[in-house]
């Protein structure tokens, strides 16, 4: 089991950075596939992106490819997002998510449901 908690949220203007962090508490972190989504008000739960075990490779939906970075620190038990080029349009709370399983069972299908363990959950809010 692993207990996931979001930092770095808040307020930016368009065309600004921020970068999320997401600790995680628990044995066996790098058993875990990592993932970031985001939920704007009235829309559903949607998948932003995701690394493997070792942060070799990783995916990210079409509407931040390009501005958005995943990683993960093994050494330190944490993912990251960094947000480049931000826009009004990416405004969201932002949860880190845990899952297990074979990283090619994960690809082209980053369904919420695959993902066991959840963070709190960080708002970003980007506005002028």
């Known amino acids: 089991q692993v207990q996931l908690a979001e930092s770095g949220g808040g307020l930016v203007q368009p065309g600004g ?4 962090s997401c600790a995680a508490s628990g044995r066996s972190f790098t ?3 990592l993932g970031w989504f985001r ?3 009235g829309k559903e739960r949607e998948f932003v992106a995701a690394v493997n075990w070792s942060g070799s490779s990783s ?3 079409d509407s931040v490819k390009g501005r958005f970075t995943i990683s993960r620190d093994n050494a330190k038990n944490t993912v990251y997002l960094q947000m480049n080029s931000l826009n009004p349009e990416d405004t969201a709370v932002y949860y880190c998510a845990a899952g297990l399983g074979p990283w090619y069972s994960y690809r082209g299908n980053y369904s919420p449901a695959k993902f066991s363990y959840w963070g709190q959950g960080a708002q970003v809010t980007v506005s002028s």
């Open 17 to 20: 950075s921020l970068r999320l």
């Open 31 to 33: 058993s875990y596939i």
């Open 39 to 41: 939920q704007a008000p």
């Open 59 to 61: 995916d990210y939906a």
